[in-house]
């Protein structure tokens, strides 16, 4: 279920080209992970509980030697020894199994919960590692064509048809690109530190991220009905399980228990007469029960287990409300991505339209350098619009994955 979520995604980004190196991440992160390891041997302890319930009680052995020995009539009691048993009532063992088996469904629930969370933070700093790499690419494209325009502008400055402020417009335009590049850089390290701690490994590892990443033309079909197979409803679903059976737990050990035993005590011969069974050894073979007769405590639990199970339910229903807004926001915020990207992709078009005019203009011996970094500058705004819409766009694709994939 964890792996089938992140995949869909990773597909998605990807088409096929470099879907396996982020499987792998996702692999290393989750065998890397001390979060989950911790949960594992949280799971591991909670299913070892199950075998601490299979026990009885322990066993009791007394041993006695009468000081003053008491005279019966086939001779002294010397001493005595017994040995007994406290036995559950049927069934009680069995409850006490499935209490501790429901309570380690619950653990387990917290290890799926984590690493599907895993995921998704991983997804999230992958598409944010992109899209820093994408407008650093985008950047020194635009550094680069303003160095075609410097060169047309000294062109133009020798022949009288620009000025030197145009070429310095040009050039601190380049400047300013160049800064943010650097500055890209740095955020592109700090996220990178990110993603490799998510991997919980050294934060200088590179990270290999898809060059290039486009919206698909159709969305897959959702289905609102699958968050409530989200892990973190399902989670409320073993703890009111769990509730059940310590309420059953509970019953059981409301009836009676019993125990056998055995008592020896060893007999003196009387010597002053002779008499059948003369010093023969008693033994006594005994039953014990224990009847719960003040009932308090176990109402009382019964009690706490009702009220335990109707805050459980209510629990569940606000998380699902919780999910089902989250659920709608990134689906509208993906659409809203799509919507952005259609409309960057046409305004890019027509800003290429306008510069493949001014380059015209310069054909025929008249350019605005003006005209030049507005387009310019537009162009970049639009580029990066249309990178953050691609990036917004699949972020909000992890989460929904994140809610309703199975």
């Known amino acids: 279920m964890k792996k089938r979520f992140i995949y869909i995604v990773f597909a998605l980004t990807a088409f096929g080209a470099n879907a396996q190196s982020l499987?792998?991440?996702?692999q290393e992160a989750e065998l890397n992970s001390p979060m989950i390891q911790a949960l594992e041997l949280?799971?591991?302890?909670?299913?070892?509980?199950?075998?601490?319930?299979?026990?009885?009680p322990n066993t009791t052995i007394a041993a006695g030697y009468f000081v003053s020995e008491p005279e019966t009539r086939t001779g002294a009691q010397r001493a005595r020894f017994s040995v007994s048993q406290m036995l559950p009532w049927f069934g009680t063992i069995t409850a006490r199994?499935?209490?501790?088996?429901?309570?380690?469904?619950?653990?387990?629930?917290?290890?799926?919960?984590?690493?599907?969370?895993?995921?998704?933070?991983?997804?999230?700093?992958y598409y944010s590692l992109y899209g820093i790499q994408a407008r650093q690419k985008v950047l020194q494209e635009n550094i680069d064509l303003l160095k075609t325009y410097e060169t047309l502008a000294l062109t133009s400055v020798?022949?009288?048809?620009?000025?030197?402020?145009?070429?310095?417009?040009?050039?601190?335009?380049?400047?300013?690109?160049?800064?943010?590049?650097?500055v890209l850089e740095q955020s592109y390290l700090a996220e990178q530190a990110v993603f490799n701690n998510l991997l919980n490994r050294d934060e200088s590892i590179a990270v290999e991220v898809v060059d290039e990443m486009d919206i698909p033309l159709d969305d897959p079909m959702l289905n609102k009905d699958d968050l409530s197979l989200n892990p973190e409803?399902?989670?409320?679903?073993?703890?009111?399980?769990?509730?059940?059976?310590?309420?059953?737990?509970?019953?059981?050990?409301?009836a009676p228990s019993f125990g056998i035993g055995l008592d020896y005590i060893p007999v003196s011969e009387r010597?002053?007469?002779?008499?059948?069974?003369?010093?023969?050894?008693?033994?006594?073979?005994?039953?014990?029960?224990?009847?719960p007769i003040f009932s308090n405590r176990v109402k009382s639990v019964t009690k706490q287990n009702q009220l335990r199970q109707k805050e459980i339910e209510l629990q569940k229903t606000e998380r699902l409300?919780?999910?089902?807004?989250?659920?709608?926001?990134?689906?509208?915020?993906?659409n809203e991505a799509r919507i952005a990207h259609a409309t960057q992709t046409k305004n890019l078009q027509q800003a290429k339209d306008a510069e493949e005019i001014l380059i015209k203009s310069y054909e025929t011996g008249t350019i605005d350098f003006n005209d030049?970094?507005?387009?310019?500058?537009l162009q970049l705004k639009f580029q990066t619009n249309q990178i953050q819409s691609i990036q917004l766009y699949y972020v909000q694709s992890a989460i929904i994955n994140y809610l309703i994939n199975k």
């Open 233 to 254: 409803l399902l989670k409320y679903d073993q703890l009111y399980e769990s509730v059940t059976q310590s309420e059953l737990l509970n019953q059981k050990e409301n």
């Open 42 to 56: 949280r799971y591991n302890i909670a299913k070892e509980k199950v075998s601490e319930m299979n026990t009885l």
């Open 372 to 377: 030049v970094l507005d387009i310019q500058e």
């Open 158 to 182: 020798e022949i009288g048809k620009a000025s030197a402020v145009d070429v310095l417009k040009l050039q601190i335009r380049q400047n300013e690109l160049q800064q943010q590049k650097e």
């Open 271 to 291: 010597t002053d007469m002779a008499m059948s069974d003369n010093g023969k050894d008693i033994v006594m073979p005994m039953v014990t029960f224990s009847i």
């Open 23 to 26: 499987e792998f991440y996702l």
């Open 97 to 125: 199994e499935n209490y501790a088996s429901s309570m380690a469904e619950t653990e387990y629930a917290e290890i799926v919960i984590a690493k599907r969370k895993l995921a998704l933070s991983l997804a999230q700093s």
């Open 321 to 334: 409300n919780v999910l089902e807004n989250a659920f709608a926001k990134a689906v509208s915020q993906r």
